[in-house]
């Protein structure tokens, strides 16, 4: 429990100098100069096709940039330190709509894997989890007989009760119902102080009204 608790304290910045992606000759972004600080809610917006979850990819580690320098640092005993890309997942975590899980498995055998790669947040169990999702009568069920809306609520369960310092959220509240968009935002206000949230989204009521914005259309 020491270690985990040492890892959810760290604050991480992501710093990016020039950063650009393209694909071809197309310009996805550049020219992005930008501290991402902690305790922060960054909103990236812009229209469909704009390029919001390339840049969150890029930010993630997912996809290389064409341009710029990325680095991510923590700052600890006063002492800067330098985290590698290669090992930046292991303070992140994600969801998305194109995030595939794993329909050959019941609810519960999904979590007991996700959770063996990775550590819940505060060392949650997997019946507080079920709990925290509002699916324990679906803990039995195959993921593949979940609705749209049960599967996006399994991914967001997944990135908001995994120990994780930078929490990257894909247009969070596809496929979900009015109750399922409140519990979406009751467990974004309830995240630790010291993360930094990323939301990509052309909805202004998926992300929190004082996010600092960056809009990507500011950056073809």
């Given amino acids: 429990m020491a270690a985990r608790e040492k890892q959810s304290d760290l604050k991480l910045d992501i ?48 996809l290389p940039q064409s341009t710029g320098v990325l680095t991510y640092t923590t700052n600890s005993n006063n002492c800067n330190k330098e985290i590698s890309i290669d090992d930046i997942f292991k303070h992140l975590t994600v969801a998305t709509p194109y995030l595939d899980l794993i329909e050959e498995f019941t609810l519960s055998e999904h979590l007991r894997f996700h959770f063996k790669l990775k550590p819940s947040r505060a060392g949650m169990n997997e019946q ?13 069920k195959h993921i593949a007989n979940f609705s749209s809306g049960m599967k996006q ?28 968009t409140a519990w979406y935002h009751q467990q974004l206000r309830e995240l630790p102080s010291h993360c930094t949230i990323f939301i990509a989204s052309n909805q202004p009521t998926e992300y929190p009204i004082d996010s600092q914005v960056i809009n990507i259309l500011d950056f073809k």
């Fill in 15 to 62: 710093t990016v100098k020039d950063l650009g992606k393209r694909f071809n000759r197309e310009w996805i972004f550049r020219n992005l100069n930008y501290v991402f600080r902690p305790s922060q809610i960054y909103a990236i917006t812009g229209p469909n096709g704009s390029g919001k979850s390339t840049l969150l990819q890029v930010l993630w580690g997912q």
């Fill in 128 to 140: 507080e989890i079920l709990e925290k999702m509002k699916l324990t009568a679906a803990r039995d």
């Fill in 153 to 180: 609520r399994v991914k967001l369960g997944l990135a908001f009760f995994t120990q994780a310092d930078l929490i990257f959220l894909d247009e969070p509240t596809t496929n979900l119902d009015q109750e399922a």
